[in-house]
């Protein structure tokens, strides 16, 4: 039988004297960037992100679970165990690796693209994509699971409105954003792969 993993036994993705690095950028809107997904917690970023590479012929990686695989901890034990601080400092390395491996598509947390290094590394390595909800739509989502530790204080409907006061001013600086509205995932999917060919398909603006 396996010991449990002591919160103080980091690996090297959460060791705390190891600052996430800077990557390099590529080119921009080169299809050779991974597509990563920003958005709160419920705009179905896991569920959207699998079918999207699937369609696109690429790998799909959530950014929490390579955070949980390399803790040996869920993240709401992170977060108990640790703290917040801890569990950001972790993900914000997590991401750096991820994409510094290649192409994929990337679903990130709802706090992720807050930290001011990871957008720099995902406007390095990244095409970023919104999936933007209503608060009655990620109130609905959220509520069919119970392992949101930011929800788990308090009334989760004015959390959940607090972040998106707070978040959402900076989501909009995502490359595209795409409406996470109610009915099939498929089409969803559709309108990002949509709004991905023709962000391609426009020269980037000198400014």
Do not use: C
Not at 37 to 43: D, E, I, P, Y
Not at 80 to 85: P, S, T, Y
Not at 100 to 110: F, Q, R
Not at 137 to 162: I, W
């Amino acid at each position: 039988m396996t010991e449990p993993r002591s919160p103080a036994e980091h690996t090297p993705d959460l060791a705390p004297e190891a600052p996430a690095p800077a990557l390099t950028p590529l080119p921009a809107r080169s299809v050779e960037r991974s597509i990563v997904l920003v958005g709160l917690m419920g705009a179905g970023k896991t569920t959207v992100g699998r079918r999207l590479a699937q369609r696109l012929g690429l790998d799909f990686v959530d950014a929490d679970v390579e955070i949980e695989r390399a803790a040996g901890e869920t993240i709401p034990e992170i977060f108990e165990r640790r703290g917040e601080a801890a569990f950001r400092e972790g993900e914000r390395r997590v991401i750096a690796r991820l994409l510094d491996e290649g192409p994929k598509v990337l679903a990130t947390g709802g706090g992720a693209f807050m930290d001011a290094t990871t957008r720099q590394n995902i406007t390095a390595r990244g095409t970023s994509i919104w999936l933007r909800a209503d608060l009655d739509v990620l109130m609905r989502r959220v509520s069919r699971r119970n392992n949101r530790p930011l929800l788990k204080q308090g009334d989760p409907r004015a959390t959940m409105e607090r972040l998106i006061n707070e978040r959402y001013p900076v989501y909009a600086g995502a490359d595209i954003t795409v409406e996470s509205i109610e009915g099939p995932h498929e089409t969803v999917v559709d309108d990002v792969i949509a709004h991905l060919n023709t962000y391609r398909q426009t020269p980037e603006q000198n400014t």
